[in-house]
Structures are given as C-alpha cells and as structure tokens.
C-alpha cells in the first residue's frame, strides 16, 4: 500500500498494461521523450522504448485514426488528446467511426482502444482549455466513457478501459493530477461501469463525477454538520455503461436526486440519469431532481470568476437544504 | 504480336477478368435500382474499373484495403463473391454485412478489405493504423487505401500523408482522379492541377501520375509501390487519372460535364483499351468471349441469389453495438 | 398563399434575406452551379450570382472558419455542411471557435451567422449519413439551435438566424425535404426561441422535433381516436433558447410529458427538458416522465431495420398508453 | 556607416523600439509569474522579437491580425497598451478582456488584432474568412496569420492554405519556425525540413524562407507579402527561422533542447543583431538608450496599472455568452 498521486497512478496504471500484454502500444504529442505535459506519463518511454511509446506530430485526426486502424488490426492502443477540448479537431474519430466501426461491419471488426484526455477546468486556462467534454462522449453510441476521481480508480479503471473490447474515452481531471491517494500493491483491476457508493447516507442521493466528487464528499460533511441532512454519495465513475441499478437503489432509499456536474447545464450527463429517474423511480421520488452544474456558458480564465461558475461545496450544501425544506414530499 | 510481356499471360487474364466483373457487376446494380431493388444510395466505379482490378491484382492474400463508399470495385477486386456485395446494395441478409451498413460501408476482413468509410478524409489516418501494426508486430502486409481528387483537399489527407511518410509505414495511397468531387469539378477548387501528384513533394515523396485506365499501368506501379512498402521502403502516393461515367451516386444524371467529355473518355474506356491490348498479346476473341460469358453468369447467379435473400431478422437491429455483440449501455 | 416543399422553403428563405442584406452571403460543397445535392439551393447561383454564392473544396474546417472569419468582420454568411453527420470534421469550429468568441473576446466581437445541414435519418444512408446531431449542438454554450419541421417554419426560422447576431444550427431534416406546405405570400420572419402548440389537448404533453413531430401528431391522433386520450403536441422547433415557458405551462396543464427523440438515447434534447420539467415541474407531475427515442445504436442501412430504430406512431401511442394506465397519479 | 537605406531611419527606429518594448514587456511578464501574479498559463516570444515587430511595423492601421497562444508580442506590435496585455496575463480587470480571455486568447479589435487562438490550426481558417470580406466588400485591408511550425501538421493548415489559394485571398501566413513544438523537435514529426517553405509549392505558391531573427529581412518580406495580397495578387506563405529562448510555456524550463543549442541562438538573438545593425546605420548608443529607458518606463507604469488593479466584478461572469451581452439559454 502505498501514496500515489493521480498523475502517478496514470503511469501506474498504463504501466501494469504496458507489462502484461505487448499488444498495448502508446501514442500521442509530446507524451514519450518528455513525459507529457502534465508529466503523466514520465518513464514509460525509457521503460518501454521507442516502438511503444511514441512521441507525434500536432495531429489528432492521424493519432485517432492511427489508433483505429492498429486496434482494427490486432493491437490495443492508447491515444493521448493532451486537452479534452482538442477531441473537437478529430470528433470524426470518436463520434462517427470508431463507435460505429462493430456495428456496420455487422461484427467483423472491433476497436480495442483507449482514449485518454486532461479534461475539466480549475486551472486557469480559460474556455478553449479547460472544458468538462464527458457529455459529448457520453452521447455517442458505441463508446464506452469513463472519469476517474482518485488515484486507486485511475489505476484500476485504466486497467479495465486497455482490456475492455471496445473504444473507450478515458476523461483524467486536469486538477486532480497532483491529488494523492492510497493505491494497493500489486495489479490493480476495477471493472467499467460500475458507480461507488462513497458515502452511505439516507435523506438524499447526491451523484458527483472526478472532481465534483469531492467537493459533493465536502458538501455532505457541512449538510451533517450543520443540517442534520444524512447524504449518500455516490461516484458515477463509469458514465457509459451507467450503473443505473446502484443509482436507482440508492434513489428508491433517499427519495431524493442531486447531480453534481462539471459540465455546462444543457446536456450534462446528470440530465440522462434525472430523465431515467423521472420515468423509473418517479413514484421513488419525495422531491424534484435538482441538478448542480457549471452554468450554459463558456469558462473564464480569470480564478475568480473561474472559481464561481464551478459547483463548489457551499453551493451544493444552498440548493439542497433550500430543495429539501421546499419539500412536501 | 507481342513478346517479350513482362506481364505475362495469366495475369492478363487475371486483369481482364476483374475489369470485365467489375463492370458487369456495377451495371447490374445500376439497373437494380432502376428496378428499386436497390434502396439508398449507391456509388459506381464504371469507367474506374482498371485501377481497382490492377491493385486487386498486385495486392497479396493478407494485405489490407481501405476503401470509400465509391468501393464496390476494390471489394470485387480482392475476391469478395458478388452476392455479398449485391447482396449489400439490396440491403438482404445475404449482404456483406446483413444489411447493415449499406453500400458505403463494404468490409470482408477475410479478404482483408478492412471497411469502405463514408465521411471523407478518415480512412487514410485509419489506414496508417493499418500499417503502423504490421510495422510494429513485423507482419509482411501491405496497407492500400483509395481514395478521390476531392478528398487531397480535406485535412485528413495532409495528417494522414505527413504522418505515414514520418513513420515509414508500410502504406499505398492510391488516388483516383475522376475530375470531380460529387458535381463540382476538381480544378475548380484545388490550388494545384494535379491534386495529388503535385503535393507529394509537400511529404517528401516522388511524384507519380499515371494513366488510370490502363491495367497494365496500373498493375505495374502497384506491383513496385506495394514491393516497396513491403521491404521498408515506406509509403506511396499515386495519382491515376481517370473517369467515371456514370454520375457521382444515382441520384445524379452528370448534367454539370461539358459536352462531349464523357465521350472523349469513352474513347478511353479501359475495357476498350484491354481488350485491344488483349489482342496485341495474342489472346482470342474466344478466349475473351468465355471470360465474359463466364462473368454474366456470376452477375445472373448472384443476383438471382439476392434476390431469393430475405431482410436480416430483426435482432440485428440491436446487435454488435459493442464489442460482446449487445448494445448494453447500463445494468 | 402557395404551397411549397420543406426544401424549396430552404431556397424561399435564403433569398428572402439575401434579398435584402447584401452583407449575407453562401458557401459549401456543390451548392451553387449544382443547386445542392438535396436541391435544397436550386437557382440562388443564378440569382446572387458567383460572389455570394460560392462553391468550396471538400474542407469543412475551412468552410466553417471562412464563415466565422468573415461573421467576425461585418458579413452575415450562410454555411452549408452537406449532412449533419460531418459536424464532426469540424466540430472544434462548431464547439471551440464560433460559440465561445464572444465571451472570451469580453464582448469585443460576435459571429452572426447560420450553419444548415441535412440531419436526420429515413432515406436509408446508414450510420455515417443519418444521424440527428441536434443534441450535439444543443450542448454547446454559446450557441442557438434551431430544427424546423414544416415549410412555413423553414422560411421564417431561416430569416430568423439569418438576422440573429450568434452563431445559429439550422438543422434541416433530409427525410422532410419533399413534404410540402401552405407558405404565406411575402416577407416571412419568425423567432428563434419559441415553440408552438400544434394540437391543444389536456390528457399529456407531447414534446417533439423535426420529422418526429409529424409521427407525435399521427400518434395523437390515434391516441384521441382509439384510446379517448387528449393529448397536446408541441412542436420544440428551437433547442437554444428553449421555450420552457411553453413547455412548463402545457405540463401544468396536462401533467403528463413525453418527448419524442429521433437522437439516439444517451443525451438526446429530451433530456435536458425531462430533467427541468423534474426540477422546477415537478409537483405537476401526475406520472412519470417518458422519453421516447431512437435506441442507443449507430443507425442500420437496412429499411426495415431503419424504420425499426426510429419512433413511430404505435410506438408512442404504445408507450404513452401504457404509461398513463400504469400512473397513480 | 552603410548609406543608400531602403528602410530609413524612422521605420528601422520603430523597429527597435517594437522589439525592445516586446522584449522588456515579456521579460515582466516572466518576472510578473516568477512572483506568481501570474495564475494559469502564459507562452512567451522571447527571441522571436523581429517577427512580430517586422509585420507590425510593415501592416497598416484597418489591417487584421490573427495570433495564438503565442500572442503578447503580435498584440503589443499592434500598438496595444501594455497594461491591456500584462492586465490580461495578470486576469485584472484592466485587461483587454478583463481577465475573461486570459493570456491565450489576447484580442483588441481596435487595433486590429482579431484575436488570439488557443487551439491549434483553426485561426488559419478564420485568417481565410477575414480576407474573404475584405476581397467581396472591397476593403483594403490585408490580414496577417501568425502560428508556429507544428502548426504545419494539423489538417486545418492545408485546407486554409488550399482555399486561400483558390479564392485569391488577401492573406498572409507567417509560420514561426522555432524549430519546436511544445517539446518534441519539428524536425522529429514532420516529413520535410521546412515545415511551411517546403510545403508551398503544394498550394501552388512560391517558396519563401527568411531569417526571422533579423528585423529589417523581415519587414522587407513583410511588406511585399502585404503588399501583393493588397493589390489583388492573393496569399503568401512565409517561413520565418528563429528560436524561442525561454521554454513553451510557464510551466516548461526547457530540458529537451541539446547543450549548446540556446546559447548558439543566442548569438542570433534579434536585439543583439538589430543593437549592431543600428550601429551601422549610425544610430548612436545614446539615441538607443533612450528608446531603452523610455520602453522600461512604459513597462513599469504598465505593470503598476496593473498590480492596482482589481480583479473583474462577478457580473461578468455571465455576461458576453450572446451577442445580445446576456446568457439567456430559456425563456
Ligand atoms: C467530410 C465529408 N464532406 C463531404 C462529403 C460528401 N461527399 C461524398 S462523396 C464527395 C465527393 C468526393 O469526391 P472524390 O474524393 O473525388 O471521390 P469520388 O466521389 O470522385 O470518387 C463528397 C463531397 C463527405 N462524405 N464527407
Ligand atoms: C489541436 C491542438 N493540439 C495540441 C495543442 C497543444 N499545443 C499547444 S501549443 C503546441 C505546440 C505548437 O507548436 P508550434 O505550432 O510550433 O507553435 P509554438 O508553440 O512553437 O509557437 C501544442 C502541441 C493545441 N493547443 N491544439
Ligand atoms: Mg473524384
Ligand atoms: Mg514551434
């Protein structure tokens, strides 16, 4: 058992692939020689060499179809998208061919992939670098999409994502890269599409992803504190498959649904789950569904204002007890 | 007479067989959809058929085709049965793929022709996909992937080209020039006359344009591209000019071509062209007559056959979303 | 007073307004000499002449910036992307560049101008050329959504975004191109934000867009005819802004909502309407909110399966049935 | 002292003063970080001087610059106030964007400068529309595109360069060759030794490669590119050789670059070459040290503008989303 950090874990966890299967190749800009430039994936060059892992021009249409046409083929490659925000330049790949490439050729073909991206904001890089894209690959069908929040899931879930069959988009949070957490020794594998229940609770079910996960752990400790709320949080973790049996269970115990999301409003992965909730648990429910998000609009650079528009715990800790006292339920 | 044939006899006859199928094929689901037994679109490669049947020719069992929706052809070209392609067109279950992705999509991975993609651009970043794995495991195939004149203007041409040539990848761009991107004329919008051909420099690499409707041309640049990128040697670009005499999907009648375009390519129909050069070498008019006969009876068979097919049983619908053969997206 | 079809309503449009403003001007693949390949821009080469309306090579990530470019400098361009599906090719012009301009510049520049693209599925194009990206649009801050199902909302939506100073998706139903419609004689203009009541009705609320808002009437009416079930169906027509006021007040009224989504599961437009109708409705709600959509599959080539994938009306007359017998409430 | 001046001395002076302003101006902002007044990224130009300065000094007032992230010396070029550019570094209010835009997206549409663009490949695009207004309205005013020589391998590159090409637009495209692009050496990932220069004949252009670190050779270059474009000879696509001599960005102390290499670069550092270029041409050392002094002035008032300056009052939050100033996604 030791401390790692997320940005660790995400050696670690490629690392432990890289070991097992020769098959699972690497590339990206910037990721070999340098180590990438969150210096998440320093050592895997000198570990695993030039024919591994490999260092790319500024072209993510090449990277993603380069990955494609390998895991076509018989290799399991990650790609690395150093931003989130750049799978806007090679969309094509992630939302018309790889996630369609089974189903069109009737089975023939499966792409074994793995995505993975610094995604979210709170660091001060404004709208162009910082946005929280799990939406947009959450609404493709045929991907699978997953967005770790601690450094033992990072592992464990970069482990599932490299031997899963399918193309999978594999969202790291900037802002968590230098957050530590205690990783077991020896092979780590956790399963995709599986949610973690991170606090047991019973008056109300608050659903959180990477980094919202923590500050929805903080708002449930002020909510017992100072409300006498009993909050369940739950990580969502794995947004596609979605584990709507655990959501649902806890909805079914708390009667009541917060999301907590990153991503701006319109869209949000909460507002599939809120829709599945509204039709299967709707006689669940004591309350409305209140979702927690960035509002509709692109992300300031300056701290302050960046500060502002992401759900923070006092918020979250507002909107709840404002909802539940509004409660006839 | 002839002699000395570099070529030889076989695969001449070799050459002259998959044109001859090609072209009876593609006429036959021209008149499918005139029947409307063929529903959704559709792209022909009448007129194109000797670049498909030379690199059919030339590729070995094992190499890779990447190719676009206009790629009925080079699916024949690598021995794919017309049934199964016929079969797509129709959409029955007999279909290379049940019906379910349609004439843009054609894939047989067993006769390596690893997908027919519809979104311009995409495959040639696939395809070094392709290579770089046989480059990385020390596999001894070769990547083919097709392409149009329209599509050197698109961005992923550029990735894709720059990316291989960087990498050496064992890959064969193979541009067909038909003068047209859907109705609109190539040199309209290129800022160079040879869209492929004149920014091969731009990728460090020779320029090659060549006559697209002679097999024997085609055959031999194939042979030495493919030779290359299996040795090492690392990718091609080649340019083939070419025409299609049909228009762009059967949507379109052609109505934007200059009078008597199509007439003067006509004159240069590669079936023409073939079966004169044929005779220069010294094969019959009967052995040519057997060769066509024998070709209409595959067309007739295979249609028969898919017409005889039924649709694709509905669980197909949800089927091979993912890789388990389901669609599950939730517990 | 003529009566037109969905796609010569496209050309009504676009004349009217470069008709009248000489800054507006069109661009994309064979749209000019050739009219389009949907022939949705017959005779505007001829009529506006080579300046304004102007054919481009096959480079959607130029056709797109020359647009934003010219937008940002004083023209108002019309841009066409053949089928909604290659949004993707230049998806960062349509999710980075135009909706983000204004609030990263402080205001300092804007970008007036309109995408229309050939969404949607019918004609048996296969899962490259059919999908309905309304939901990949309407995700995007910064950005105004529009999808017109009739003739008549063709023509004044067009002229809306047109006129309107952001960045407008005009999303085109390829399958609706040959319907036909009464359209007044004479300027037409609309507005961008508003949804309109198609069929009044009390029992429940039928949400839809586009193609699928012709099957939610044919569903009402069967629902009227063979289960005594009134229900009102509201044509959306412009995802951002949202009409909720429309929207909510119907739902006060009825209590029962429903949407039908040609988008495929995960994410579609619906979503996001269920999860406010949840939230701020709630307590209107007599029942479940149900979301009926395509499944959450690229789309298949084959006819019957294509016809199996979309709503249809017994499908929605089956489902809303079956949940308003199944309603406590 | 070299007579028969084809610059004069005016514009060779204003050439100096850009560059030592740039300079001083980039050194702060690195200091400005150092003290951590600086919070999110920052990518400096420090060695890079003579480009910006050559093409500010040869464009005209109405003239329109796109930059990147690498933006602060292409801005400050345009005559924007300093306090406007380190205010933004700094997320001040009395920032060009009041701290909305940060340091990657630098825009002052007064001055012509369109914008700063973060994400690689697009602004080419956008260059392309800019001039498309000015060629369909008549304006004359020529747009500038500056970006680097990794920018060379994204497909955006090619269908700008294509389209600006075939519809003769008046634009200009500047690639800095810095011989990097974050870390990795261009030289590593790209097909031809001049990412830009080699690549012009793919458009149809001439080939053109200068010595970036020279002010005078720039503005030469400079003003016959804007020129052309100007008079209706459409784009130019120019590579400018020069080096950064700090790392990518904030974050990134350079440990990739081979020993000797900067300090090679050095010698050729811009300031140094143009210090004895004015020598020459009988600038004395007291009229620069006036220019000197006057420039670090302006640095200090700016970066004392800014430290008094509060931070942007949360209303902005939410304003700007629409053109209308507002957010309002609903009714
Ligand atoms: C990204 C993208 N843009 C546009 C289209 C629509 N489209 C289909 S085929 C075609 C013309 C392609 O021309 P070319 O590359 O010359 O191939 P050809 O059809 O002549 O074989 C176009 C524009 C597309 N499929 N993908
Ligand atoms: C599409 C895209 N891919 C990757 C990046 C990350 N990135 C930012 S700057 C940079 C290097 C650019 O190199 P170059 O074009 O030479 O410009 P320079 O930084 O040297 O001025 C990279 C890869 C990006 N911003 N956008
Ligand atoms: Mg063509
Ligand atoms: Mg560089």
């Given at each position: 058992m030791a401390e790692l950090s997320y940005?660790?874990?995400?050696?670690?966890?490629?690392?432990?692939?890289m070991e097992r299967d020769k098959n699972v190749v690497f590339l990206g800009e910037d990721i070999a020689k340098a180590g990438g430039v969150f210096k998440a994936t320093v050592g895997l060059y000198e570990k695993f060499g030039t024919l591994r892992v490999r260092d790319t021009p500024i072209s993510e249409q090449a990277i993603l179809g380069a990955a494609m046409g390998a895991a076509m083929t018989g290799l399991r490659p990650i790609a690395e998208i150093m931003f989130s925000d750049f799978a806007a330049v090679c969309f094509d790949f992630i939302a018309n061919e790889m996630p369609k490439l089974a189903y069109m050729t009737n089975g023939q073909v499966s792409c074994p992939l793995v995505i993975r991206t610094g995604n979210g904001a709170g660091v001060r890089f404004g709208a162009q670098h910082s946005q929280s894209i799990e939406n947009w690959t959450m609404m493709i069908p045929g991907l699978k999409v997953v967005a770790?929040?601690?450094?033992?899931?990072?592992?464990?879930?970069m482990a599932a994502a490299i031997r899963d069959n399918n193309p999978v988009m594999f969202h790291e949070h900037k802002a968590l890269y230098s957050t530590k957490g205690e990783v077991p020794d020896g092979e780590i594998l956790d399963t995709l599409g599986t949610a973690k229940i991170l606090r047991p609770g019973k008056d109300c079910t608050i659903l959180a992803l990477a980094m919202m996960v923590h500050r929805a752990l903080d708002a449930a400790e002020i909510l017992a504190r100072e409300h006498g709320i009993d909050a369940e949080v739950v990580d969502v973790r794995s947004l596609v498959p979605l584990d709507t049996q655990t959501i649902l269970a806890?909805?079914?115990?708390?009667?009541?649904?917060?999301?907590?999301?990153?991503?701006?409003?319109?869209?949000?992965?909460?507002?599939e789950i809120a829709s599945i909730v509204a039709d299967e648990a709707f006689w669940d429910l004591d309350g409305p569904i209140v979702r927690i998000t960035t509002p509709h609009i692109p992300l300031p650079a300056a701290d302050h204002l960046e500060d502002l528009a992401l759900p923070n715990a006092p918020r979250i800790v507002e909107r709840i007890v404002r909802t539940l006292n509004g409660s006839r339920g | 007479m002839i002699s000395n044939d570099d070529i030889g006899p076989e695969t001449r006859l070799e050459l002259y067989r998959l044109q001859i199928e090609i072209r009876d094929c593609e006429k036959r689901a021209y008149d499918l959809f005139l029947q409307n037994l063929i529903k959704g679109t559709s792209h022909l490669s009448l007129g194109q058929e000797a670049i498909a049947a030379g690199f059919g020719v030339a590729m070995k069992k094992g190499d890779k085709s990447f190719c676009t929706y206009r790629g009925h052809a080079h699916t024949l070209a690598r021995?794919?049965?017309?049934?199964?392609?016929?079969?797509?067109?129709?959409l029955r279950d007999i279909g290379l793929m049940r019906g379910k992705g349609g004439s843009m999509h054609l894939t047989s991975v067993e006769h390596g022709v690893m997908g027919s993609y519809a979104i311009i651009g995409a495959h040639l970043c696939i395809a070094c996909g392709s290579a770089w794995r046989a480059q990385y495991l020390g596999d001894k195939d070769v990547t083919v992937c097709f392409f149009g004149d329209g599509t050197t203007n698109i961005g992923a041409f550029h990735e894709a080209l720059n990316f291989a040539v960087i990498w050496k990848l064992p890959v064969v761009f193979v541009c067909e020039n038909n003068l047209y991107m859907?109705?609109?004329?190539?040199?309209?919008?290129?800022?160079?006359?040879?869209?492929?051909?004149?920014?091969?420099?731009?990728?460090?690499?020779?320029?090659?344009?060549?006559?697209?409707?002679d097999a024997d041309i085609v055959y031999r640049t194939a042979q030495e591209a493919i030779e290359?990128?299996?040795?090492?040697?690392?990718?091609?670009?080649?340019e083939c000019l070419t025409y299609r005499h049909s228009g762009h999907s059967r949507a379109d009648?052609?109505?934007y071509r200059p009078p008597g375009e199509l007439e003067k390519w006509m004159e240069r129909d590669p079936i023409k062209i073939y079966k004169q050069r044929l005779k220069e070498f010294g094969v019959t008019e009967e052995q040519m007559k057997t060769l066509d006969e024998a070709s209409m009876r595959k067309v007739e068979d295979a249609t028969a056959l898919c017409k005889a097919s039924p649709s694709a049983p509905e669980e197909l619908l949800t089927a091979d979303v993912y890789a388990d053969g389901g669609w599950a997206w939730r517990n």
């Open positions: 940005r660790d874990a995400v050696i670690r966890g490629i690392s432990q692939e770790p929040s601690s450094p033992v899931d990072v592992v464990g879930l806890s909805i079914a115990k708390t009667g009541h649904l917060f999301t907590v999301e990153e991503n701006p409003r319109l869209l949000g992965w909460g507002a | 021995g794919v049965p017309m049934e199964g392609v016929l079969g797509e067109l129709m859907e109705y609109t004329p190539i040199s309209e919008v290129t800022a160079v006359p040879h869209p492929a051909a004149d920014r091969a420099s731009a990728y460090g690499l020779p320029r090659i344009l060549i006559d697209g409707n290359k990128a299996r040795t090492g040697g690392g990718p091609s670009l080649i009648p052609g109505k």
